[in-house]
């Protein structure tokens, strides 16, 4: 796969974010039915306080215990957000408000204070905020892909499980299916795409390539299993594309491109969608309405024989 | 004035005025809607830049009360075409931030307008960038602005006090006497946009949600009365402000990272200790309300 105007690193990179997106995009299916949408981007934004301190603890760029550091950030924050929720009268939305924008401060305080720290200003700390994908090296593609794929294998191959934990769960249970373990599987998907997505897209847009794509696959089908596969073909080809785009700028983070390739996809799902699509609807709608108003003269004969 | 008079003045006006606001979003449940319409700020204050080519006050309040209301409208629409209330807020703001910063990147790159600037607020440039107003002599711009946002905030929320008590606590009376809930709606959407640009200047994008949400989250634990909470969560956000930034002098930090970091904490302290709400008081009286 030698793609024209891409160094050999660049291309190790553009298959990570590919299969990034495919990820992503299947987790966010699962989060868009568990009515989660706004959860991930929360959960993102709390993990940056746990890379600045997997970074200082370490002292260099060390992926692995950064992403370890991510991962407990964005776990803290779920913890968090489930406490507060059930233990006062704070509702989801402020309490997942509260950690988003408390979290990230925090991590902003840190981050201000690691950058004075020799050598930390070359180690690409800040690219964690927007996504730098030209800042990867193979063996972070190694890691990133491999976790990835990881989560794909987890969702495919307990793809009727998801089925019934997402739309039936009283059934689910009834079959012996714990909920509390498939909460859990979920959230751990959810936070290992989150944590694996974060140098690539950074914190503050991960949320996007988890919501849009599976936004963009509802605008053509009903059935959950087809959703799924657009939702990872969607996200996928905003991954791919977006690292493209940015790659074509000096420093360009990778973040916005990819968010906006999405929205591009997400525009056309919403225009052109088989299913709810707006022009498709507008379209519908139009010849109904002739074949409501132009042979009526027809329609009343068979009306009035019918009564008669 | 002092510099570091200067930069309290600053915050706390910025936190009165959040914490007024926040109240409202906390009781509208619209928490994660000033979320969104913080991120999508920036796109209008973006856009305005790119058209007018300066960075004055009143270029980006407009370009980021419209912003806002394009936020509004879009995400209404989604929801109205089927997409999930959350997952519409998702896609949109998100959708308009990368917008803003690809332009930022890509057109504004060696302006003023960086994207540091964006996410954390330029508060120790603040006192530097004055104006001179009679009578009171040099004042920093960002002070007339804050000011200025702080009354439209005050006389909205004291005009129209009864009006926002019962479109927030009881939407389906608010219609049975005939208030126009969706025009509270869209105003109400237009005082989170020129509050949100107002304190962007000063705190940055993702900030202004930690002052908008947690010290009305907070208040909203120690009180079941509107104008106490109102005036609890203001307190709560000078408070947070003030306390931010001696932390921040303290670890020689980011001074809106600390300020955001210390709502948190006075979030925190409300969530544990708060006598009507607190999980001590509900873990020393366990039966109080059954019994």
């Known amino acids: ?24 995009g299947i987790v966010g299916c699962f989060a868009y039915w568990k009515r989660q949408s706004l959860m991930s981007d929360a959960l993102s934004h709390a993990s940056l306080p746990g890379v600045i301190i997997g970074f200082a603890l370490v ?41 988003l924008s408390v979290f990230f401060g925090f991590g902003i305080m840190l981050l201000t204070m690691v950058n004075r720290m020799a050598g930390a200003a070359q180690s690409g700390l800040d690219s964690f905020i927007f996504g730098q994908a030209a800042s990867m ?59 694996v997505g974060i140098q690539a897209v950074g914190v503050i847009l991960m949320a996007a390539l988890l919501i849009t794509p599976a936004v963009s696959a509802r605008y053509w089908t009903d059935s959950f299993g087809r959703m799924v596969i657009l939702s990872a073909v969607f996200g996928g080809v905003s991954g791919a594309s ?67 | 004035m002092s510099y570091a008079g200067w930069i309290l003045l600053t915050a ?31 796109l209008g204050i973006v856009t305005a830049f790119l058209v007018t080519r300066e960075l004055s006050g009143i270029h980006m309040l407009i370009g980021s009360v419209a912003a806002g209301l394009l936020t509004t409208l879009l995400v209404q629409w989604l929801h109205s075409l089927g997409v999930q209330q959350e997952a519409s807020i998702g896609v949109v703001f998100t959708s308009f931030f990368a917008l803003g910063v690809v332009l930022i990147s890509t057109q504004a790159g060696n302006a003023h307008l960086d994207i540091q600037h964006t996410l954390m607020g330029e508060i120790t440039f603040i006192p530097w960038e004055k104006s001179t107003l009679p009578l009171l002599g040099d004042v920093p711009e960002a002070v007339v602005t804050l000011s200025i946002v702080l009354a439209i905030v005050l006389i909205a929320i004291v ?16 219609l049975s006497l005939g208030i126009p809930a969706g025009l509270m709606h869209y105003a109400f959407m237009g005082l989170v946009s020129i509050t949100t640009v107002a304190s962007f200047d000063a705190v940055g994008a993702i900030m202004v949600v930690a002052m908008l949400i947690t010290p009305a989250a907070s208040a909203y634990l120690w009180t079941d009365r509107l104008a106490v909470m109102m005036a ?45 709400h607190g999980i001590l008081a509900k873990r020393l009286r366990p039966t109080a309300s059954s019994a």
């Open chain 2, 232 to 276: 609890l969560s203001g307190a709560f956000g000078i408070l947070s402000a003030v306390f931010g930034y001696y932390i921040a002098l303290w670890l020689d930090t980011s001074i809106s990272g600390s300020m955001a970091f210390a709502t948190g904490i006075v979030f925190m302290f409300s969530f544990i200790v708060s006598p009507k």
């Open chain 1, 59 to 99: 002292g260099s760029k060390n992926l692995p215990v950064m992403l370890a550091g991510a991962a407990a950030g964005a776990l803290l924050g779920a913890l968090l957000i489930h406490w507060i929720r059930s233990s006062s009268r704070i509702k989801e939305d402020a309490a997942m408000g509260i950690v």
């Open chain 1, 137 to 195: 090296v193979q063996r972070d593609v190694w890691l990133m892909s491999g976790l990835a794929l990881l989560v794909l294998i987890v969702a495919v191959v307990a793809f009727k499980e998801w089925k019934l934990f997402l739309f039936d769960a009283a059934f689910a249970k009834g079959l012996g299916l714990s909920g509390r373990f498939m909460n859990a599987l979920y959230l751990f998907c959810l936070v290992l795409v989150i944590v």
């Open chain 2, 12 to 42: 706390s006006l910025v936190g009165v005025s959040c914490g007024l606001v926040g109240t409202l979003l906390i009781l509208r449940r619209m928490a994660m809607m000033a979320d969104a319409i913080s991120h999508t700020v920036l």
């Open chain 2, 159 to 174: 005009a129209f006090y009864k009006e926002w008590k019962i479109t927030s606590f009881d939407p389906a009376l608010a």
């Open chain 1, 242 to 308: 977006g690292t493209v785009l940015s790659a074509y700028g000096n420093g360009w983070p990778t973040g916005p491109f990819i968010v906006l390739s999405a929205a591009a996809l997400f525009i056309v799902s919403l225009a052109f969608g088989t299913r709810k699509g707006v022009v498709v609807q507008a379209v519908q709608q139009r010849r109904l309405r002739k074949e409501l108003t132009k042979p009526k003269t027809e329609r009343r004969t068979a009306e009035g024989g019918n009564a008669v």
């Open chain 1, 1 to 24: 796969m030698m793609i024209a105007g891409l160094s050999h690193n660049a291309q190790w990179v553009l298959l990570g974010t590919l299969i990034l997106g495919t990820a992503a």
